[in-house]
């Protein structure tokens, strides 16, 4: 357990250090009166399922277990809607099943939903045709309209991102309880345009999967002459990037009969690449919490710098504790992986290893639309999984922005998506995601480095 409770620490403490990316509220009564309205009301998550979490996280890192974390990289409070949730779950829920099927290792899902609302970005202003406004910073924060009362920051919607955050969990908590995440009945988690895709070969791949899986259960169930009644549920978590302090902070709680304070609005928060400078008001913040958390670690980590911030945020070097999702770029990964990797081995501390192969990636087609290849995602995950190996360490999870919806946000793939079909569906208003065949066989790929991995012990 984390033993070092920091004397220092409070919920508000972050407030004495300087913050990177808040949005500056014009009335702060407002923004106060909103803080505490959020303090008092319940919790999104509970301490039990975050230890959980923790206790798989730990298994990961070991490699008994592989974290498959993946959604929106923004959510949209206007997109709460049933069937893009179950869209997203059902995503999650097939990857999942691929690479538990081909590693033999339990897969800890974990959603970047119900509460990834608020965006870290470059500037402060955006300038269109000589008018200069606030930046769009999520929808917790402002509305991505170009107008000045859209680009207010309005403290209620952190009230509303809450709420939103609330449903979403409601939903997904159903589901992952009832029939629709029964193992037997793995039709459900497919998704209408998969049909289309008939003749796809991660399709076909998939119905002889589930049908093997199907066949396996079966079988089981006919030597113990009974049901496997425990596969009708799953665990799925939540994640979100701990951006916005104010909206943390009103989350983090003491917990009856339990020592230290959890932040009850996720179970896996995540430091961002911008927002983990050593003496920050994030790291502060994230240091007191007792959950597991992320760290985005990018190309410019130096490896003293990492070991820095392990000593502050891994100090009792507790199982599950610290995830280190790194995201270089895949033309940078082997110039910098390897000395994080060896710096983290000579500290003698265990981390989870993940890797995401999105955010190094973003670039901008001529017609400046922001997209990312899908060879260049695969290069970055071939590369860290063999670095990772070479080096007596485990990647042990995958960090990907994706969407069970039909998008057209990332070019490449089986379908072999041009610049100039992007226009078709794009609908991010942040990062391009994954859509669901590109996810597929992404899931396919890993699965194929997790059964590599299954047969050099
Ligand atoms: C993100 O995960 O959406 C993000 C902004 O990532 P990073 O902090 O790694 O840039
Ligand atoms: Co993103």
Sequence with gaps: MNQSVPGNWT???????????????????????????????????????????RGQLAEAALGKAFLLQGGDCSENLDDCGSESIVRNLKVLMQMSLVLAFSSMKRVVRVGRFAGQYAKPRSSDTETRDGVTLP????????RSGFTPSERRPDPELLLRGYERAALTLNFIRALCSGGFADLHHPENWELGFMSESQNSLQFQRYREMVGQIGDSLRFMEAVHGMAISQLNSVDVFTSHEGLHLHYEQAQTRPVPRRTGHFNLSTHLPWIGERTRQLDGAHVEYFRGIKNPIGVKVGA?????????????????????????????????????????????????KTVLWCCDPMHGNTVATDGGIKTRNYDTIVREITEAFAIHRGLGSILGGIHLEL?????????????????????????????????HEQAMEIAFLIADQLAVGRSTP
């Excluded at 972050?14 to 959020?38: F, I, M, N, R, T």
């Excluded at 490896?303 to 392990?310: I, V």
């Excluded at 039909?406 to 991010?428: H, I, N, P």
């Design 11 to 53: 919920p508000n403490s972050w407030q004495q250090k300087p913050a990177a990316q808040q949005p500056v509220y014009d009335d702060p009564s407002a923004l106060a009166e909103v803080v505490g309205k959020l303090t008092s009301l319940p919790p999104l998550v509970t301490s039990w399922e975050i230890d959980k979490l």
């Design 135 to 142: 930046v769009y910073r999520g929808d917790i924060v402002n």
């Design 300 to 348: 410019s980590m130096k490896p003293d710098d990492l070991l820095r911030l392990m000593d502050v945020l891994h100090p009792d070097n507790e199982p599950g504790r610290l995830t280190l999702i790194h995201r270089f770029g895949a033309d940078k990964i082997a110039d910098v992986l390897p000395s994080l990797i060896q710096a983290v081995q000579g500290s003698g």
């Design 403 to 435: 969407t069970g919806d039909d998008v057209t946000e990332c070019v490449g793939g089986a379908r072999g998506l041009k610049a100039a079909d992007l226009s078709r569906a794009y609908k991010s208003v942040v990062d391009p995601r994954l859509n």
